[in-house]
């Protein structure tokens, strides 16, 4: 066989051919095969011919002329070449040693930037800057250092951190604009998170400098260039291929991230139960709002919920359901990503693929949350433009928006149309509203009332309210404790929005089912608000202590009769508001009896303190004594060993022992 002049191989014609031993032809054994690797043809046009070594004539049929469709530089070519390089870079000892290999791949590169400089001033297209002036250099070596200098001049090396088994892995699909993809990358290292991850970035065969990213990222940084020009969807699905990660967070190369972007996405899927999808916040370059998840309406249309709002808002801080969120900085887990098969190619070549990624994973039994604990910036309109009329990319938004709604209509049936009642669209999967007020932002890693706040917020998100919460002394936003709580989904209501309790009953148009109030202050301030704004609201009332027992107790042990005049009003007050609400909330049995005696209509029920548990880290050898608080009925007992000393104090009614 010969490829023109060029002879490729020779071998015998000895395998059976049943068809030739049909028509007679000897015995038939005159047939033979062959098979090359690809990268034996590099170029796009063969003349093949097959010829008999005996006497050099071409048998019938031959030659035969082959045109290879596309670049010769295929994917195997290219294997075949890296493999080359890779070898000679693993066995090189000194510079001397890799010097040839690297004068070769200087003069082809050379070749390459010469006439990538023709055409682009023929076309006006971009060009690799500086680069063109660097050709002329004298040596590889020289080349190479002048290249690196003008590269780094530019865009100094951005190096991320190596994780061998990397949790999450942020997929970066570009197209050109290197300058925003340096950004962006530069921006990850200087927010670096606490969670392990890589970055993939996969070239869709841009033009500019971003054929060069592999000099100017380093370390968890992988660069994917696609063989033909694939499209967003593809290109995302090709990166998600190739990710070792057990998350996948698709961002877009137009972005910044702020501080916490990647950690509170963890978080979620850790802390809220039944995640699918969740994503950031968005913001504008100017640091206003672009979006903080989405609506679709019920045409398919869709609406950034909180565009050119105030992000600090209390409505556009906290974790909620959205109908979707943006592919800009969409966090899923790989299985379930690998499991839907990717984003759908029926949406190629971008537009509506992650809206519907968004619907199906929803139809899949998991939520789609936006988490604006998240922020990333988002400068839209920078890689696809902002016209739906035109020729560009950004056409495919109106033809994309028809497949959307023929495929989902009828769950968009369900939804309002076109800016109907947008406050409702946002939350649509609400049914019931709770409002929790306290003295001030719950602390739980300080005190227990705080943790009984906390737990008891979750149950009654458990039992499906949205809830709302005021901290009605201070009205303010204290972190990191107010953040803990919008990034678990409560709406956390502060200053310089709301100045008190009774500003939000008085904005608030919505419905509450339930109020609970917490503590003292509280269950006798606020009821009778609640019954004038509220009137079909259920109140709850957790007395956390009972203040005027506690008072009595200490006036009768202190022999203070003032104190005892004020431990009776305040016994007024007390009793007034439990009677006054639907249900009131104790800790323990023995406070439940007492308000049996004192108020026996009202309805009372036991609710114990709950504790996260948490794993003993100090080995059993080295722990001495036993510590136990906490108030039972009945008297704790229990025989110390000899040399240890024992104690009892009261507490509301029951015995505390203490061993030392």
């Known amino acids: 066989?010969?490829?023109?002049?060029?002879?490729?191989?020779?071998?015998?014609?000895?395998?059976?051919?049943?068809?030739?031993?049909?028509?007679?032809?000897?015995?038939?054994?005159?047939?033979?095969?062959?098979?090359?690797?690809?990268?034996?043809?590099?170029?796009?046009?063969?003349?093949?011919?097959?010829?008999?070594?005996?006497?050099?004539?071409?048998?019938?049929?031959?030659?035969?002329?082959?045109?290879?469709?596309?670049?010769?530089?295929?994917?195997?070519?290219?294997?075949?070449?890296?493999?080359?390089?890779?070898?000679?870079?693993?066995?090189?000892?000194?510079?001397?040693?890799?010097?040839?290999?690297?004068?070769?791949?200087?003069?082809?590169?050379?070749?390459?930037?010469?006439?990538?400089?023709?055409?682009?001033?023929e076309t006006n297209a971009p060009n690799l800057g500086e680069l063109a002036s660097l050709l002329d250099a004298a040596a590889p070596s020289q080349w190479v250092a002048a290249a690196g200098q003008s590269i780094s001049t530019k865009y100094p090396p951005v190096q991320l951190p190596v994780f061998e088994r990397p949790l999450v892995s942020v997929i970066v699909p570009v197209y050109g604009k290197f300058q925003l993809t340096y950004d962006c990358i530069k921006s990850i290292a200087e927010n670096l998170p606490e969670t392990s991850f890589e970055v993939i970035v996969v070239d869709d065969c841009s033009k500019d400098e971003t054929i060069l990213a592999s000099l100017v990222f380093g370390g968890s940084v992988r660069v994917l260039r696609n063989d033909t020009n694939l499209g967003f969807v593809k290109g995302c699905n090709r990166g998600a291929e190739h990710a070792r990660g057990e998350y996948l967070f698709f961002l877009n190369n137009d972005t910044l991230v702020k501080p916490g972007w990647l950690d509170e996405l963890v978080k979620t899927f850790a802390n809220v139960p039944n995640v699918g999808i969740a994503g950031s916040k968005l913001l504008f370059g100017d640091g206003s709002l672009q979006e903080v998840g989405g609506i679709i309406w019920r045409m398919g249309d869709g609406w950034n919920w909180g565009r050119n709002g105030n992000p600090e808002e209390p409505r556009f801080s906290y974790l909620r359901d959205a109908d979707y969120v943006s592919g800009a900085a969409l966090m899923i887990p790989t299985a379930l990503f690998r499991q839907l098969d990717g984003f759908d190619l029926h949406f190629a070549p971008a537009y509506y693929e992650d809206t519907d990624l968004c619907f199906r994973v929803r139809q899949a039994g998991h939520r789609v949350v936006v988490q604006p604990t998240s922020v990333v910036v988002h400068l839209e309109g920078q890689t696809s433009?902002?016209?739906?009329?035109?020729?560009?990319?950004?056409?495919?938004?109106?033809?994309?928006?028809?497949?959307?709604?023929?495929?989902?209509?009828?769950?968009?049936?369900?939804?309002?149309?076109?800016?109907?009642?947008?406050?409702?669209?946002?939350?649509?999967?609400?049914?019931?509203?709770?409002?929790?007020?306290?003295?001030?932002?719950?602390?739980?890693?300080?005190?227990?009332?705080?943790?009984?706040?906390?737990?008891?917020?979750?149950?009654?998100?458990?039992?499906?309210?949205?809830?709302?919460?005021?901290?009605?002394?201070?009205?303010?936003?204290?972190?990191?404790?107010?953040?803990?709580?919008?990034?678990?989904?409560?709406?956390?209501?502060?200053y310089p929005f709301y100045w008190s309790v009774e500003e939000y009953f008085r904005k608030n148009q919505q419905l509450i089912d339930l109020v609970y109030l917490h503590r003292f202050n509280n269950g006798t301030k606020y009821a009778g608000m609640v019954r004038r704004h509220q009137p079909n609201a259920r109140v709850l009332y957790n007395v956390a202590d009972l203040h005027y027992l506690r008072m009595e107790r200490e006036a009768e042990l202190t022999s203070d009769a003032q104190l005892a005049q004020r431990a009776a009003a305040i016994r007024l007050e007390e009793l007034s508001a439990i009677q006054a609400?639907?249900?009131?909330?104790?800790?323990?049995?023995?406070?439940?009896?007492?308000?049996?005696?004192?108020?026996?209509?009202?309805?009372?029920?036991?609710?114990?303190?709950?504790?996260?548990?948490?794993?003993v880290r100090t080995p059993a050898e080295q722990r001495k004594g036993v510590v136990f608080v906490g108030v039972t009925d009945t008297p704790l007992m229990w025989t110390p060993p000899n040399g240890w000393s024992k104690r009892s104090c009261p507490w509301s009614g029951a015995r505390l022992q203490i061993f030392p």
Not at 385 to 393: D, K, R
Not at 590 to 614: I, Q
């Open 581 to 615: 609400v639907d249900a009131t909330i104790v800790h323990s049995g023995v406070e439940k009896e007492v308000l049996a005696g004192v108020a026996p209509r009202a309805n009372v029920h036991v609710v114990p303190w709950t504790y996260t548990l948490r794993p």
């Open 1 to 121: 066989m010969l490829d023109g002049d060029v002879q490729l191989a020779t071998v015998r014609a000895d395998l059976p051919r049943p068809d030739l031993a049909a028509l007679g032809m000897g015995n038939g054994r005159h047939g033979f095969t062959m098979s090359f690797s690809p990268t034996i043809f590099p170029f796009a046009r063969h003349t093949l011919h097959v010829r008999r070594a005996r006497d050099g004539v071409d048998i019938p049929g031959s030659p035969r002329v082959w045109e290879k469709a596309g670049s010769g530089l295929d994917r195997s070519t290219r294997s075949y070449v890296t493999g080359l390089f890779q070898a000679e870079a693993a066995v090189a000892k000194t510079i001397d040693d890799i010097n040839f290999a690297l004068s070769f791949a200087v003069d082809q590169l050379r070749t390459l930037l010469v006439r990538h400089q023709e055409l682009a001033s």
């Open 385 to 494: 433009g902002t016209s739906v009329t035109g020729s560009g990319m950004k056409r495919y938004q109106a033809v994309n928006h028809r497949k959307f709604f023929d495929r989902w209509k009828n769950v968009l049936a369900t939804h309002r149309f076109n800016a109907q009642q947008p406050e409702l669209e946002c939350e649509r999967p609400v049914k019931k509203r709770a409002l929790f007020i306290d003295e001030s932002v719950p602390t739980p890693d300080q005190d227990a009332g705080s943790n009984a706040a906390v737990q008891h917020i979750k149950s009654l998100m458990r039992l499906g309210y949205k809830v709302t919460f005021i901290p009605a002394d201070n009205m303010a936003k204290i972190s990191p404790y107010t953040e803990a709580l919008q990034a678990i989904g409560v709406e956390c209501v502060y």
